[in-house]
């Protein structure tokens, strides 16, 4: 079974610039998620999907990042216009659905941006 | 939400036994306590999960203290492979439809040879 793919791997920008990353969770997931994780911490959730819905994006810098899932599949995140505190690893997860005690989230291997 | 405490980090010899701690005195009687570990340059993956009683799976165990105030992750044998960070998370599924997952720092385990 393929797991949740993610591109680019690595991106450097500069500040002010825009930046887009996908992400392609396992066949089947309805949920995915993506996680903003700054070196040194824990990932922190950004938004969360179920199918191509939104059902938490409270962390979310909606002034700046934006993120969708079309079709209830693949997902796209942009930053628009890039800060220097944004320069992180941003990662994806998907699962499949709420079994008892919580579904297991899959991530990706996750984007570093750089931003300077 | 409730909270998990961890050490930063821990040590072990290659071959040993780890016992990786976690305190939830906040604990819910609804919240399962999961377990996740991130490798070097990798996303995070699932360990473990259990509620009240201790679980075993292939790659860990989970003691759970009889209060639920506490938690262990246990590895059997080191090896090198398992330099990782831990993450104990708690997850209250009853709460709302789509709970949130909330990551600390976790425990930054390194395993000498």
């Known amino acids: 079974e393929a797991g949740v793919a993610q591109s680019p791997r690595y991106k450097i920008i500069e500040k002010r610039q825009s930046v887009a990353f996908w992400c392609n969770p396992i066949?089947?997931?309805?949920?995915l998620y993506w996680y903003q994780q700054i070196l040194g911490q824990g990932p922190k959730l950004l938004i969360q999907?179920?199918?191509?819905?939104?059902?938490?994006d409270s962390q979310l810098p909606k002034d700046r990042f934006s993120a969708e899932r079309l079709k209830g599949v693949d997902s796209t995140l942009k930053i628009q216009p890039a800060k220097l505190e944004d320069s992180a690893v941003y990662l994806c997860?998907?699962?499949?659905?709420?079994?008892?005690?919580?579904?297991?989230?899959?991530f990706g291997p996750g984007t570093r941006l750089t931003v300077l | 939400d409730a909270k998990t405490t961890q050490p930063n980090s821990m040590e072990s010899n290659e071959e040993e036994p780890v016992h990786l701690p976690c305190n939830h005195s906040?604990?819910?009687?609804?919240?399962?306590i999961h377990w996740y570990r991130q490798l070097p340059s990798q996303g995070p993956e699932y360990v473990i999960h259990?509620?009240?009683s201790n679980v075993n799976n292939r790659m860990a165990s989970l003691a759970i203290a009889e209060d639920r105030k506490s938690s262990t992750l246990i590895l059997h044998r080191a090896t090198l492979r398992d330099a990782a960070v831990y993450y104990c998370?708690?997850?209250?599924?009853?709460?709302?439809?789509?709970?949130?997952?909330?990551f600390g720092p976790g425990t930054s385990l390194s395993v000498i040879p």
């Open positions: 066949s089947g997931h309805a949920t």
């Open positions: 906040t604990i819910s009687g609804t919240d399962y």
């Open positions: 999907f179920q199918n191509n819905g939104v059902v938490d």
């Open positions: 259990g509620l009240t």
């Open positions: 998370i708690l997850r209250d599924v009853m709460k709302t439809s789509y709970d949130k997952v909330i």
């Open positions: 997860a998907s699962s499949f659905f709420k079994r008892e005690g919580g579904d297991t989230q899959y």
